[in-house]
């Protein structure tokens, strides 16, 4: 079996700051102490400090001398950005449309073979990469990287990628996207996402990959999409219906 290669310290702050933004945690009565905690995780009192020293970096607890260690009380839990994921496409548009977005990257380049296989290129073929962040009230909730193809990249500039969602920018060059093919997984953040983010590098995120085709069915754009699941998370409206002799959990496309 393969063990979890996350360090005890940082899943121990997780499971901490859970407790705390989850209200496990009586604002007025002092955390367990460092030896309680060590027990009751089964790790070190060194790792346990290692946990508490990044809930004190994020302002969830504060250390009061001779008194304990208390969770902070306006650490409450920030309210992700919800949406239905039968509607995903239109949601991430209008959160383009009302987000700020930065540039990180802008270049074009040979597209290694994954690219390229996605947006079905010759292999001489070039590509317009884009790295960007977007916030939202004030924080960084997505970071995206783009490639389309060469010839609609040079239609284009830097500044219409900061200023305008892709969807725009295809609008107004009249490419019309037709259809979509969509996986949606997990990821642990790199060094890039995590800067970018303002995360630990190695937390947890939500990865969206999507081709989007033209009304030729042609690709047009590739996307990966990683999201931080504290500032955001899809949902879905399900009914229980009786399918071919079994009761069957249904996504109700309704709603």
């Known amino acids: 079996m393969i063990s979890n290669p996350t360090p005890r310290y940082y899943r121990i702050y997780r499971l901490l700051k859970q407790g705390i933004e989850n209200y496990e945690f009586r604002n007025n009565l002092p955390l367990p102490g460092e030896n309680a905690l060590a027990e ?12 508490l020293e990044l809930l004190q970096r994020e302002g969830l607890i504060e250390r009061r001398q001779g008194s304990g260690t208390f969770p902070v009380g ?46 079905e290129l010759a292999a001489n073929a070039k590509v317009q990469k884009a790295i960007r962040v977007r916030d939202y009230d004030g924080a960084p909730f997505s970071y995206l990287l783009t490639y389309v193809p060469e010839h609609i ?5 830097e500044d219409d990628l900061v200023r305008q969602p892709m969807q725009t920018i295809f609008k107004k060059l009249k490419i019309k996207p037709a259809s979509a093919e969509q996986s949606i997984t997990a990821q642990l953040a790199d060094v890039h996402h995590a800067e970018a983010l303002d995360l630990e590098t190695g937390s947890p ?38 399918l071919k002799g079994h009761d069957s959990w249904v996504m109700d496309e309704s709603r």
């Open 205 to 242: 995120l939500l990865c969206i990959r999507r081709v989007i085709r033209d009304t030729s069915n042609t690709p047009v754009e590739y996307l990966i999409a990683a999201y931080n699941p504290n500032r955001f998370e899809y949902r879905m409206t399900m009914s229980n219906k009786h």
């Open 40 to 51: 009751r995780y089964g790790v070190s009192r060194l790792t346990i400090r290692r946990s």
């Open 74 to 119: 306006n650490s409450v839990k920030v309210q992700p950005l919800s949406a239905d994921i039968n509607k995903l496409l239109a949601h991430l548009d209008r959160m383009g449309a009302s987000s700020q977005a930065r540039l990180l990257e802008f270049a074009y380049e040979t597209p290694n073979p994954d690219v390229q296989n996605r947006l």
């Open 153 to 157: 990249g040079r239609r284009f500039s």
